[in-house]
Each structure stands twice: as structure tokens, then as C-alpha cells.
């Protein structure tokens, strides 16, 4: 089971025990940063070609659209809004939990945050690039060294 695998198996009402969140309480969040991070530094971006969905979805500013740099920056500063807001909501999580008895409600509204900025996050990339990342995460062996690359071979 992954990190995010866990969070998707969590139900709204949170279950008794911290216990039930092995790998969200003990993987190192430079761990878990670095999964965002190993699919963001794999995009490889183009400038000389653009792929519109719609051309209605094209939108205009004062100077003209927007240029294929301005836009690839924008979508990786809006990716790093949602894995920081997910990241700071997995510290609060951690908080949470260290409190016996925990906040019920606290932890709910938590796990919520999570999933909502995890969707956010995977909404901006192709359903197979999801998917294929998710199988990836599952063979990452992990270390408590901050500074260690991620292993994606298969145990």
C-alpha cells in the first residue's frame, strides 16, 4: 500500500486509532514531497508547439495570449500550491494524531483537505500519467535520509 493509497482508503468517519495511518504518520515528508516532485521534473515541455483542448478556452490579456512559457510556469507554480497545501494539511493530520483522543471532527475536515488538493493536483495530468505514477509510488523504497533519491525499482 502507498501513501496515497492509504488516504483513498480512508473513510470520512476516521477510524479510532492512529494506528490505521501507518504510512501517513511514519513516511518522511521530504519523502512524500518527492512524489509530487519525481512526475513534475519528468515533464518535458515544449516551445515551439501548443496543444489547445478548445480554442474557446483560450484566453486573452491586455498584451495578447498567453506565451507557452508563461502558461507551463503558471500550471507548475499552481501544482506546487496544491502538493504544499497537501503536504501542510498532512503535518496538521500528524498534529491531530498525537493528541489522544484526537479531534474527531479536526481529522475529518483534514482528510478532506487532503483528498480535495490530491485531486486537485492529479487533475491537472492525464488520467494514464495518474495512474502510472500511483503504480510507481507503490515499489518506491524510502529512507529517513532527506537528502536520498528515490528508488523506483521494483523490490
Do not use: C
Request: overall charge negative.
Amino acid at each position: 500500500m502507498t501513501v496515497f493509497q492509504e488516504l483513498s482508503s480512508l473513510k470520512s468517519d476516521p477510524p479510532p486509532s492512529p494506528k490505521a495511518f501507518p504510512l501517513l504518520l511514519t513516511t518522511p515528508i521530504p519523502t512524500i514531497r518527492s512524489f509530487f516532485i519525481l512526475y513534475t521534473s519528468s515533464l518535458r515541455y515544449s516551445t515551439t508547439t501548443t496543444l489547445l483542448n478548445d480554442r474557446s478556452f483560450l484566453k486573452t490579456s491586455p498584451g495578447g495570449p498567453p506565451t507557452p512559457k508563461s502558461v507551463m510556469i503558471s500550471d507548475l507554480d499552481l501544482r506546487d500550491l496544491h502538493r504544499n497545501a497537501f503536504l501542510t494539511s498532512l503535518e496538521d493530520l500528524r498534529a491531530q494524531l498525537l493528541v489522544e483522543p484526537y479531534d474527531k471532527i479536526e481529522v475529518e475536515a483534514i482528510i478532506k483537505e487532503m483528498r480535495e488538493e490530491e485531486r486537485e493536483w492529479t487533475g491537472m495530468i492525464p488520467v494514464e500519467d495518474v495512474e502510472e505514477a500511483r503504480r510507481a509510488v507503490g515499489y518506491v523504497n524510502y529512507t529517513s535520509n532527506p537528502d536520498a533519491t528515490v528508488n523506483l525499482q521494483s523490490n
